[in-house]
């Protein structure tokens, strides 16, 4: 999921501005004072896409009709085959659903459990509705949008109605009112390795979209909208000691987590319709009595999400390139960006290429990128195994927020679709992971740099990565600690190890364990092999925990002796961590007579004392003057200059923080 980047340029540039400017003053008395800032080269004069290489193919009119085929990638734990009917009308859909669970562990289990996702916007009373407020990133429920899901047939293959088996339960927070998730007791157990088949029918009312699903006008988004086994993890997956079910409610902050598997769906729609989906069509579609009738596949899945409008405007082209054996890039545009289809190709395929030089070929044959309309940007920026949606049509001349969320999406299926970890409980390792190969990719192909050091400082209240989603409270600090200082992590690694290395971490990774739903351990794993050398501290500090690092010059002293008829200074500088230890950190010490002398200190014991003799004595001391140790989140601290008077320093910098900490506030991601 991509997170909205509103007004960032303007508050950035206040909040830099203030930041360069204080520490000029600080230092305007040395000729030889360092910027406040590393160089800014966000901008290029020109733009290098390794997308371009790839020669432009004619746009079909007609969709592509494919087959699958007969490599498996994954367990396939579950198969669907759906039915489903939109009626535009009442805003609804009707289904009819079969599916087949096979049991992947060895005990023997009474009851299932399936996620009723859409059951979060059937009231303000829900566990979503309750923690979220009714708003997810920029976008808020609108007046009258509930939706619901309602179980109307469940049945064994046998005929046996279970429809009296099914309990809500509420495993989280014990929300009576919450009804996402349902237990079925089963009327015979299934063993280890058994396959069970129920069959069910089901209608949905689809909310007014502001998070994920619905409708806005004729425009809808079906993502989550079907009844979705949860995940029985077998002893050893991610880490288990003993097996059994995972079960989480809808929340506020969280997303999904299942199984992979199968799907075959059939989805009706009015005949001026067109359809995205998961996976491809096995056929063209079929109209019919006012019906337009699509016939979808895909497998080595973990689910199906769908959109539909009378208004896509829609383009196909095939793509290949040395990692990817052949790929159909599919858009449906919202008309505002009928003039835009070549960024959103070229940014599609600047992603493929490189994210599968990186981390492992995309072993699909399509990817579908769907664009709302803007009253339907409560759908944008999400990601579904072969589907993505870019944010809504608002503009028909947005700026690099349109190549960034389409990366960002693609970058999704890296992690979050092939990967697959857990996001209701370790959200990072798939936010994070994508949030750093997004900028990663920008940078390479549109020039942008991310501006690390406003990021981590906007990193007030840092919260251990791995704890469940819901457990960071607001959706502010999920997305600063989930996104951005999950990405700082890596990249402090990075940092640590060299590109090389971390390179070589990400691919072994990514390749490792896909399809396998890893998780941090696994991970932190995967550094350690490729290191050689234990990581558990910095895990421990980072990940696991909530530090950050800061560390502060407390002081400068000079004393003034002779040696010899000269005047010698010895300048003593008090160096010191508050935060999360580090290695490497770089310190630089400037004299009166305008040398400068470069220390590096590995962070031992939490303090240093640098006694410093010279003909000239120290005037100011900075740690990390280039700010290449990325978690400091706490820059006010960094810099001293021994002459200014340490009462009226302090009040100074107490100032300037809390004005600095105020425009960092209002950045909204």
């Not at 303007?10 to 520490?23: D, E, N, R, S």
């Not at 337009?292 to 793509?319: L, R």
């Not at 971390?502 to 092999?529: A, C, G, L």
Request: proline residues 5%; hydrophobic residues 35%.
């Amino acid at each position: 999921m991509t997170l909205k980047r509103s007004h960032i340029v303007i508050f950035t540039a206040l909040a830099l501005g203030v930041l360069v400017g204080t520490l000029w003053l600080a230092a305007r008395s040395s000729s030889d004072s360092q910027s406040a800032l590393a160089p800014e080269k966000g901008k290029p004069s020109a733009v290098k896409s390794t997308a371009n290489k790839i020669t432009m193919n004619k746009i079909p009119q007609t969709e592509s009709v494919q087959q699958p085929q007969a490599q498996i990638l994954s367990k396939r734990v579950a198969e669907y085959h759906i039915d489903v009917q939109l009626d535009p009308e009442d805003n609804e859909l009707e289904a009819v659903q079969t599916i087949t669970w096979t049991h992947p562990g060895k005990k023997t289990v009474n009851e299932l459990y399936f996620h009723l996702y859409t059951n979060a916007f059937s009231s303000v009373d829900t566990t979503f509705m309750k923690e979220s407020g009714g708003k997810l990133r920029n976008d808020s429920m609108p007046q009258d949008g509930f939706g619901s899901i309602e179980l109307t047939e469940l049945k064994t293959t046998d005929g046996i109605s279970l429809m009296h088996r099914i309990q809500y339960v509420q495993p989280d927070d014990g929300n009576a009112k919450d009804k996402t998730l349902i237990k079925v007791r089963l009327p015979a157990p299934v063993k280890g390795g058994e396959s069970i088949t129920l069959r069910m029918k089901f209608k949905v009312h689809l909310p007014k979209v502001f998070a994920r699903m619905g409708t806005a006008g004729s425009f809808v988004m079906a993502g989550q909208w079907f009844p979705k086994i949860c995940v029985y993890e077998p002893a050893g997956q991610r880490g288990r000691t003993t097996e059994g079910w995972d079960l989480h409610q809808y929340h506020g902050n969280s997303e999904f987590y299942s199984d992979f598997g199968i799907y075959s769906v059939r989805i009706s729609v009015p005949e001026g319709y067109t359809v995205a989906a998961t996976g491809f069509p096995t056929r063209s579609s079929i109209t019919s009595q006012g019906k337009k009738i699509y016939q979808f596949y895909a497998d080595d899945v973990h689910d199906f999400a769908w959109a539909a409008s009378p208004n896509f405007i829609y383009a196909e082209e095939p793509f290949s390139s040395p990692e990817v054996p052949g790929v159909r890039i599919k858009l449906y545009l919202d008309p505002a960006h009928k003039d835009l289809k070549e960024r959103y190709f070229e940014a599609a395929k600047a992603a493929l290429t490189n994210f599968s030089k990186w981390y492992g070929s995309y072993p699909y044959s399509t990817l579908s990128i769907v664009v709302p309309p803007k009253d339907g940007n409560g759908a944008g920026g999400m990601e579904y195994p072969t589907l993505i949606t870019a944010f809504g049509a608002a503009s028909d001349s947005p700026g690099y927020e349109l190549e960034r969320t389409v990366i960002h999406e693609i970058g999704h299926q890296y992690f979050y679709g092939m990967i697959a970890n857990n996001e209701f409980e370790e959200a990072w390792l798939d936010e994070a992971f994508t949030s750093y190969a997004e900028d990663k990719l920008m940078e390479q192909e549109y020039g942008l740099i991310p501006n690390l050091v406003v990021q981590a400082g906007n990193i007030t209240a840092p919260e251990k990565l791995t704890q469940e989603a819901w457990k960071f409270g607001s959706h502010k600090k999920y997305a600063l600690n989930v996104y951005i200082r999950g990405k700082l992590v890596l990249l402090g690694i990075e940092k640590q190890v060299g590109t090389k290395t971390m390179n070589k971490i990400m691919s072994m990774y990514s390749k490792k364990y896909r399809f396998r739903h890893p998780t941090t351990r696994d991970f932190q794993r995967v550094v350690e092999q490729v290191t050689g050398k234990s990581w558990q501290d910095y895990f421990n500090q980072y990940v696991y925990s909530n530090k950050m690092a800061d560390f502060s010059v407390d002081g400068i002293t000079v004393n003034e002796t002779k040696q010899d008829n000269q005047t010698i200074y010895e300048s003593v500088v008090h160096i010191s961590s508050q935060g999360g230890s580090y290695s490497k950190i770089p310190i630089i010490f400037n004299f009166e007579d305008g040398h400068t002398v470069r220390q590096v200190w590995n962070g031992d014991g939490g303090q240093i004392e640098y006694k410093l003799r010279a003909t000239s004595p120290v005037t100011w001391a900075m740690i990390d003057p280039m700010y290449t140790v990325v978690l400091e989140n706490n820059h006010m601290n960094n810099y001293f200059k021994e002459k200014l008077d340490n009462k009226s320093l302090m009040r100074w910098n107490l100032s300037v923080t809390k004005l600095i900490e105020s425009l960092l506030g209002t950045l909204s991601w």
